[in-house]
Structures are given as structure tokens and as C-alpha cells.
């Protein structure tokens, strides 16, 4: 089922009755900067989530935070991709959640893929709103 990041997002927000992290979203240079230093161009469905709901608290505890703040932090977006690339992620895979080591991930292509230690899984969202939608709000 195609899902819209923009509804999606709006059902996360309404599920997880507004409950946010103490971090600010980050804004445009932010973001900017970001994208230069790791080296991966963000798509605009990863942008529209990250300025709208990257500090949600809900269903989920390792959630990969992009944030102007110690970027030196475990769930912090720079740390996540180093540790994650020394273990062989593909440096263009955006870190979105760390699941025990292990990783669910943003691909070029706007899949988002399940990365485990041993490589990528058989496991493939169609889009970063799906995984959204079937992970973090339902669960599954």
C-alpha cells in the first residue's frame, strides 16, 4: 500500500499524543550541513520527516536523531553512520533506527531496508511513509 509522508506523519504525531524529546528539529542549515558532512544527499520525504517529527518519543527507543547539539551522542546521526560504516553499512544507506546493533536504513533508491550485521536483510519497505506506517506506528 503507497502511503503519503505528509499523513503518515500527521498519524504519528496524533498516536504518540505529541510526545517529543527535549531537542530542537532541525532546520534547513542544519540539515545542510549535515548532508555535506556525511556525504549522502537526503531525499525530501527524509527531510519533510526530520523537520516535522525527527524528536518523537514513541514505540521505537533508538531512533537516529539529527540534531545541532553533540553529534558525538549514541543515537546521534554522525555517530550512528561511523560505527554503522565500520560495519560494513553502504555509505550512501541512511541510518534510521538502531535495532540491537542493527540497523533499519534509507536507500538511494527510497527503500528502507533492514541492514543486520551479516549485510542487508530480505526485509524492504517501498518507501520511508510505509516504514513509518508498519513499524513505528503499528509495530510490525
Keep these: 500500500m503507497k502511503y503519503n509522508i505528509e499523513n503518515v506523519i500527521e498519524e504519528l504525531v496524533e498516536v504518540s499524543e505529541n510526545n517529543r524529546l527535549m531537542?530542537?528539529?532541525?532546520?534547513?542549515?542544519i540539515l545542510e550541513n549535515y548532508q555535506k558532512e556525511v556525504g549522502v544527499p537526503f531525499p525530501k520525504d527524509y527531510i519533510y520527516?526530520?523537520?516535522k517529527a525527527n524528536n518523537i518519543f514513541?514505540?521505537?527507543?533508538?531512533?537516529v536523531l539529527v540534531t545541532n547539539r553533540n553529534e558525538n551522542a549514541p543515537s546521534e546521526l554522525k555517530s550512528i553512520i561511523k560505527e554503522a560504516r565500520k560495519l560494513g553499512l553502504d555509505r550512501n544507506w541512511i541510518p534510521l533506527c538502531e535495532d540491537n546493533g542493527n540497523y533499519y536504513c534509507?536507500?538511494?533508491n527510497g527503500n528502507v531496508k533492514y541492514y543486520d550485521l551479516n549485510g542487508p536483510?530480505?526485509?524492504?519497505?517501498?518507501?520511508?511513509?510505509?516504514?513509518?506506517?508498519d513499524v513505528w506506528i503499528e509495530g510490525n
Design 58 to 63: 514513541y514505540n521505537l527507543d533508538e531512533i
Design 23 to 29: 531537542i530542537d528539529l532541525p532546520n534547513d542549515k
Design 121 to 133: 536483510s530480505c526485509e524492504v519497505w517501498e518507501s520511508l511513509a510505509s516504514w513509518i506506517k
Design 49 to 51: 520527516y526530520l523537520k
Design 106 to 108: 534509507l536507500t538511494p
